[in-house]
């Protein structure tokens, strides 16, 4: 079992759609969680950091669901520019920082 | 944040050779790491450049393909040596200003091995 997994994808959605990822992480000590996007042939740029109490920002969400071990990436009102590939990054603690990158999951958003 | 860049952005090499890819940041950082990313892949950490030690390899990556230099808190670069068309890839640098903090990413280096 990966590490980190993620649905590649991709998630074809409409405009103005409401559009959720999840990220389900293997070790249960993992520290800290993030969501990159990704656009093509990019660097991948931060989007925000998921804390326990779970994060805002704007049209984006996202929850930590510990029991569960997934983190999760919800996008509301989707517009053409929310095309991009969604990166989601664990540290897998245990003392050390291995930051951990999923696969990525593959948006795009149509008119 | 930090403002990283890479030098160089892109080359097109022979197989056999070696190339030195440089990273430098606007400010000083704990963690700096080198990742690779082949078409269509997520990213693939190589090694954690540790300033003033030797770097901690991820599994599969070696120091003798893959030196790298962390010489002081702003600076790192990382060798690939001895090329073969299966090294052909983005090579990005990242960093992060503590443990367990967000990470910040380089444009990254395109190389292409012939």
């Known amino acids: 079992r990966k590490e980190v997994e993620q649905d590649p994808g991709p998630f074809n959605v409409p405009e103005g759609a409401t559009v959720a990822f999840n990220c389900t992480y293997s070790?249960?000590?993992?520290?800290?969680f993030f969501w990159y996007r990704q656009d093509c042939r990019k660097e991948p740029k931060l989007l925000m950091s998921?804390?326990?109490s779970g994060n805002e920002d704007g049209r984006f969400t996202a929850q930590l669901n510990r029991a569960s071990q997934y983190i999760s990436l919800l996008i509301r009102d989707s517009k053409l520019s929310d095309s991009a590939t969604y990166l989601c990054v664990v540290n897998m603690g245990g003392g050390s920082y291995i930051p951990t990158f999923g696969r990525g999951t593959s948006l795009i958003v149509h008119p | 944040s930090a403002v990283i860049s890479q030098k160089p952005s892109r080359d097109i090499c022979q197989r056999g050779t070696s190339l030195t890819i440089q990273c430098q940041v606007d400010?000083?950082?704990?963690?700096m790491f080198w990742y690779r990313q082949q078409p269509g892949q997520s990213l693939t950490l190589i090694a954690t450049?540790?300033?003033?030690?030797?770097?901690?390899?991820e599994s599969g990556f070696v120091i003798d393909k893959f030196p790298i230099s962390r010489p002081n808190l702003t600076f790192s670069t990382l060798t690939v040596s001895n090329m073969s068309p299966e090294d052909s890839s983005i090579y990005l640098c990242s960093v992060a200003k503590q443990v367990g903090n967000e990470q910040f990413f380089g444009p990254g280096t395109r190389l292409t091995v012939l």
């Open positions: 450049a540790n300033q003033g030690s030797e770097a901690t390899y």
């Open positions: 998921v804390y326990s």
């Open positions: 070790n249960s000590a993992s520290q800290s």
């Open positions: 400010s000083q950082v704990t963690m």
